[in-house]
Antibody, heavy 116, light 106 residues
Framework: EVRLVESGGGLVQPGGSLRLSCGAS????????MNWVRQAPGKGLEWIANITSSGFITLYAESVKGRFTISRDNAKNSLFLQMNSLRAEDTATYFC?????????WGQGTLVTVSS | DIQMTQSPSTLSASVGDKVTLTCRAS??????LAWYRQKAGKGPHLLIF???NLETGVPSRFSGSGSGTEFTLTISSLQADDFATYYCQQYNSYPWTFGQGTKVEI
């Protein structure tokens, strides 16, 4: 069974940093591109970052470019999102999702709240 | 960015109903469109890719159609499990973008 489990969310002050993790199991993690998609409370979905299977190429939405960094450790079947200079508008549930262009599998999400 | 617009925003229906959801793209996306179902408090679940291809394991009551800028998701006989929010997503060009969702409620 494919499983994606996010962790690392929490309450952080504006301007602060947070690192999210996503543990993968049930599939060959190193074969798949991975993504982060977020959902503000009561709102729709927003794709924010993609990383190729090797980890060499990354893509970002303009809303997070320069502040967030996606990375992966294929040896540990793990995906990461380093979030810096956080803003109130980054408050959302963050999902990791597998896939190149559309998203086959999703985690249950981890909530990030940016507030003073 | 390509804007995706879903209609209606909310749809009231009953078990057994046939329902059709619409998604429009702000420019031609050929058939590079996916549909997802999201239940409250959970991550989305892929239903359809490339506009009309059923994801493995998804019940045959779901079907998708369309190309270019107009797309539909049809549920032939609504089940209790289908009361949820549905999103379309384009992957014709970066950034990948989603519609705002259609909530199917009783």
């Amino acid at each position: 069974e494919v499983r994606l489990v996010e962790s690392g969310g929490g309450l952080v002050q504006p301007g602060g940093s947070l690192r999210l993790s996503c543990g993968a199991s049930g599939f060959t993690f190193s074969d798949y591109e991975m993504n982060w998609v977020r959902q503000a409370p009561g709102k729709g979905l927003e794709w924010i970052a993609n990383i190729t299977s090797s980890g060499f190429i990354t893509l970002y939405a303009e809303s997070v470019k320069g502040r967030f960094t996606i990375s992966r450790d294929n040896a540990k079947n793990s995906l990461f999102l380093q979030m810096n200079s956080l803003r109130a508008e980054d408050t959302a549930t963050y999902f990791c999702a597998s896939g190149t262009a559309y998203f086959h599998n999703w985690g249950q999400g981890t909530l990030v709240t940016v507030s003073s | 960015d390509i804007q995706m617009t879903q209609s209606p925003s909310t749809l009231s229906a009953s078990v057994g109903d046939k329902v059709t959801l619409t998604c429009r793209a702000s420019q031609n996306i050929r058939t590079w469109l996916a549909w997802y179902r999201q239940k409250a408090g959970k991550g989305p679940h892929l239903l359809i890719f490339e506009a009309s291809n059923l994801e493995t394991g998804v019940p045959s009551r779901f079907s998708g159609s369309g190309s270019g800028t107009e797309f539909t998701l049809t549920i032939s006989s609504l089940q209790a499990d289908d009361f949820a929010t549905y999103y379309c997503q384009q992957y014709n060009s970066y950034p990948w973008t989603f519609g705002q969702g259609t909530k199917v409620e009783i």
